[in-house]
């Protein structure tokens, strides 16, 4: 009999998006804008549009200005959709504020 193969991942691929905290107001909640450029297709100018995704933050580790990483993760919420996965750099003003 074949013995099925286990992925390094086993919930497979995930997406993941890098974005700036806009809001850190809710309980383990944070809301991130995704910026995203690309070529119009008919005018070939260059556009950048943003997109605001809710993600799920356990230990309330970011703040606002801070840019993270977030991964795609079963509905945990109306509109949750995403998990913290790791803050990728702090907001200097804050930290230098402190």
Excluded: C
């Amino acid at each position: 009999m074949a013995e099925e193969q286990k992925s390094s991942t086993p919930r497979g691929n995930r997406k993941e998006r890098v974005g700036q905290v806009v809001s850190n107001k809710m309980t383990k909640t944070i809301v991130v804008r995704v910026e995203r450029r690309f070529s119009h297709p008919q005018f070939k100018k260059i556009v950048t549009a943003y997109k605001k995704f809710y993600a799920h933050d356990e230990k309330a580790e970011a703040k606002v200005g801070d840019t993270v990483r977030i991964q795609e993760t079963r509905p945990l919420s109306r509109l949750k959709r995403w998990q913290l996965v790791e803050v990728v750099e702090r907001n200097a003003e804050e930290t230098a504020a402190v």
